[in-house]
């Protein structure tokens, strides 16, 4: 035999048992940004690798060391894209809706990152995000807020996320902080693991997000940010507390929450569990204000956030009585003799005119009475339509009901569109 040819490491088939969750997963997301006004933007997969250089930052993990990056057949350097903001920008700036615009905006679909494969993380893995441009909030910056309380109200786990918020100042503000920390730390220098050695000059911000207990130690006392931050984002962020609190949105501040990226100021924010181990961020994001200017556009304020949908489904299945597993069809027909198996497509076809909204699956292949209701009973459906040489004759289907105590009838071809008030 052949040897079987397999799926890349850490990128996904999605089966049939799993894709209704997925679509359970997607049709809220769908819900939810409809519920806010928010306009889908669809854009390539593949982009020019400069966009994320000049954007994520060339000393972040995604661009170091995650980016599926090749060379095309012209010898251009592109790169999958490896997250959606960049490329929301990109587009946005492209077709002038950055340039003195407000815009709200959302997306979905797979990103890549060369990354080491276990639970919640993956190489090519899909993310929702939502972008709002030309707000300088902090309103806005609630409204992402609510957008994700909202989805986790939709799929029962709002007990099970913690919402966690920060501020990073100005660039400016920032870079001032930076001098403070990096004398800290210096100080502890032998004391910090290569990986925070290695940051402390590339991108020293980073060293406070260490996930080494070590470096956590040391961490702890060190200065913070949010004590650093000029007069304007400190106000924008205790608005935004304010604005929280009022709407009863519980939330921490963690002073050493700083994003992996480059590209956010001020509001930062991530949404964790503890059910999912060390892979706890199901939602990340914050403003970042200077990313359209730094693209080539018009200088516009901007926010946004990006949920991992791995992580999403592995929470929704971790829960008990979530009535999202399969999606079994309505109506199973069958049909007995040749003449009637020559006419099962019409007749399916049919039913499919008549009730729109049902899932009708048709017995492919023959077989006799008893193969044909095993499969209609494997099928999940809750009516088996019969049709004989009978039937034919007198333009009747019977009906018999599979998961109701329903007595078998018969309906006239003409009536079929009342099936649909019987499943
Ligand atoms: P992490 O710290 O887990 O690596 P990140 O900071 O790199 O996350 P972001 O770039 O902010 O993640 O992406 C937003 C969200 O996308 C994350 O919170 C997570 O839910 C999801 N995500 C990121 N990388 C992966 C991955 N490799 N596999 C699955 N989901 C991912
Ligand atoms: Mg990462």
Known sequence: MAKNIQAIRGMNDC????????????????????????????????????????????????????????????????????????????????????????????????????????????????????????FVGPDIDVEMILIGARLWKAFGISDKVELQINSLGSAE????????????????????????????????????????????????????????????????????????????????????????????????????????????????????????EQLGGKASPAVGFAMGLERLVLLVESLENQNVAINPVDVYLMTIGEQAEAKASSLSEQIRNAAPTLKVQQHCGGGNFKKQMKKALGSGASLAIIVGDEELANNTMTLKFLTQDKAQSSLDISALASLTSMI
């Open 173 to 292: 503000a920032r870079a001032a902080y930076k001098e403070v920390l990096v004398a800290f730390l210096q100080q502890h220098h032998d004391s910090l693991d290569e990986d925070s050695q290695r940051r402390l000059i590339s991108n020293p911000l980073r060293v406070l997000d260490s996930k080494n207990p070590a470096v956590q130690e040391i961490v702890k006392d060190a200065p913070k940010l949010i004590d650093h931050l000029d007069e304007e984002s400190k106000q924008h962020f205790s608005l935004l507390c304010e604005r929280l609190d009022d709407l009863g949105i519980q939330y921490t501040v963690n002073t050493r929450l700083v994003r992996g990226l480059d590209y956010y100021n001020r509001t930062v924010f991530e949404w964790v569990t503890d059910l999912l181990g060390a892979q706890g961020t199901i939602c990340a994001g914050g403003r970042y204000d200077g990313l359209v």
């Open 15 to 134: 089966l049939p048992s799993q894709t209704g969750v997925w679509q359970f997963v997607e049709a809220n997301i769908r819900q939810v940004v409809a519920n806010y006004g928010y306009q889908e933007i669809r854009t390539p997969i593949v982009e020019s690798t400069d966009l994320f250089k000049r954007s994520i930052g060339e000393v972040t993990d995604i661009v170091e060391k995650e980016m599926y990056t090749f060379e095309d057949r012209n010898g251009d350097s592109l790169t999958l894209r490896p997250e959606g903001t960049a490329c929301c920008v990109r587009a946005g700036n492209e077709h002038g809706l950055l340039y003195n615009q407000q815009q709200r905006l959302w997306y979905m679909g797979p990103m890549f990152r060369h990354e080491r494969p276990q639970k919640g993380r993956y190489r090519q893995f899909h993310q929702f995000g939502a972008e709002a441009y030309g």
